[in-house]
């Protein structure tokens, strides 16, 4: 296992349109987790999952997100009805369990809506 | 609530010069440190973190921060830098296992 995987690394897609991305994790981590980041801007929370459990999820998470992990190892994340302003870098990261252990980052998904 | 302040977006250097990154934290309690760097195209890599004990923290490649209470301060400095250097650095806090991470400075080192 060489570190937590994305898929894909890029996505272009029109406005209205769904999308879905992939993150696999590093495999004996139990915590997952999607931030976006936008130009300019850190990585703002998104969700989090211990093993299948989606322990909390950011008001910036709209009705149109929606995160699963439905055996603990990958997760998705999907998009509905996208809009332009959903353009940004998505990005997955995974932790073991324990107090404040270091998160290990995928190389995130950039998403281009037009 | 939590925050993290990077105060300068930008900071151009010049190489083997010395460089300091400035962050701040808003917490009402105690909280973890942590610097994640991002080089182009790449994903976040963890530089150094703050738990506990010693306040002066290393990275294996010359980076140190200094935790600071009382100025709830963590900020990242480095006494020469290379033109490897160049990238982005996030500072972020840790509450109930979650990160929060500040805007970003992107270190420019120059030839």
């Known amino acids: 296992d060489t570190g937590v995987s994305q898929n894909p690394r890029h996505k272009i897609t029109k406005r209205g349109q769904n999308v879905t991305f992939r993150c696999d994790p590093i495999?004996?981590?139990?915590?997952l987790y999607w931030y976006r980041q936008t130009l300019g801007q850190g990585p703002e929370f998104l969700t989090y999952f211990q093993n299948e459990a989606q322990l909390e999820k950011s008001r910036l998470l709209s009705d149109r997100f929606s995160a699963e992990r439905p055996k603990g190892s990958f997760s998705t994340l999907e998009i509905q009805r996208t809009e332009q302003g959903d353009s940004a870098m998505y990005l997955c990261?995974?932790?073991?369990?324990?107090?404040?252990?270091?998160?290990?980052f995928g190389q995130g998904t950039r998403l281009t809506v037009v | 609530a939590q925050s993290v302040t990077q105060l300068d977006s930008q900071v151009p250097v010049f190489e083997e010069a010395p460089v300091e990154l400035r962050c701040n934290y808003s917490?009402?309690?105690?909280?973890?440190l942590f610097w994640y760097v991002q080089y182009p195209n790449q994903g976040l890599q963890l530089l150094l973190k703050?738990?506990?004990?010693?306040?002066l923290v290393e990275s294996i490649n010359g980076f140190e921060a200094e935790f600071n209470k009382s100025q709830t301060s963590f900020h990242l400095r480095k006494p020469s830098v290379h033109i490897s250097d160049t990238a982005e650095y996030f500072c972020a806090v840790i509450l109930f296992n979650k990160f929060y991470f500040g805007s970003g400075t992107k270190l420019n080192v120059k030839p």
């Open positions: 990261a995974s932790s073991p369990e324990g107090l404040a252990t270091e998160a290990f």
């Open positions: 703050y738990l506990s004990g010693s306040t």
């Open positions: 917490s009402s309690v105690s909280v973890y």
């Open positions: 495999s004996e981590h139990n915590r």
